[in-house]
């Protein structure tokens, strides 16, 4: 991807973030648990970009979502069980880029009049079923392996767990590329291909494996 066009996206994305928090706290989505967002605010469509939507962009954005704020769940514990500066480093990262993300899609899924994920994994109000049926995600006693372990033992179980996170979301916006028909959300699924594709490089070589 060109560079400048892909930094092009991620602006037009954050703008669109900021707007988003506006919508969701409107909403009283921030502090619910179990409850989704069924209609769009009035003022929600002059912030979202315009163009013609699919349900394979529903899907994308209402999966990525809860794909996302489980990502963020595993970089928070980072900040106080990793050991390598490294990892924490990385867990920061992942955190900056695909919290902004969440908003995005959330004020896309609020204009289109769609459910918008809620609770802190993500998966609360909506029927996923089993997380760990998604791609990439972890079930659930995964997670508490990861909250039970600490320092390198930790260290090595998130660049592992993180990697196959990661490899679940470029399928799914592989799919939201080949099937979508909402051009933001396109770019949005060419933008995290081109990242997580990075960070799983970098993962790999921290764990000594490529």
Not at 19 to 45: E, F, I, M, R, Y
Not at 141 to 165: P, V, Y
């Amino acid at each position: 991807m060109n560079a400048n066009a892909s930094l092009t996206r991620r602006t037009t994305l954050a703008a669109t973030a900021a707007a988003a928090a506006l919508v969701l706290a409107a909403c009283g989505g921030n502090g619910d648990t179990g409850t989704a967002v069924t209609s769009p605010s009035p003022t929600t469509s002059a912030s979202v970009p315009a163009g013609e939507h699919n349900q394979a962009d529903v899907t994308f954005a209402q999966g990525m979502i809860p794909h996302h704020r489980q990502a963020i769940v595993m970089a928070d514990m980072a900040e106080t069980r990793a050991s390598s500066s490294n990892v924490k480093a990385l867990a920061a990262q992942i955190k900056k880029a695909q919290d902004p993300e969440i908003k995005t899609m959330s004020a896309w899924l609020t204009a289109w009049g769609e459910n918008v994920p809620q609770g802190m994994d993500g998966m609360d109000g909506m029927d996923h079923g089993d997380p760990s049926s998604m791609p990439g995600m972890m079930d659930n006693q995964q997670m508490d392996d990861m909250r039970d372990a600490s320092g390198k033992a930790f260290d090595t179980m998130f660049l592992t767990m993180m990697i196959e996170h990661h490899e679940g979301a470029i399928e799914m916006a592989e799919t939201e590329k080949k099937q979508g028909a909402y051009a933001p959300a396109k770019d949005l699924a060419d933008d995290i291909i081109t990242a997580q594709t990075a960070e799983i490089t970098q993962m790999r070589k921290m764990l000594g494996t490529s």
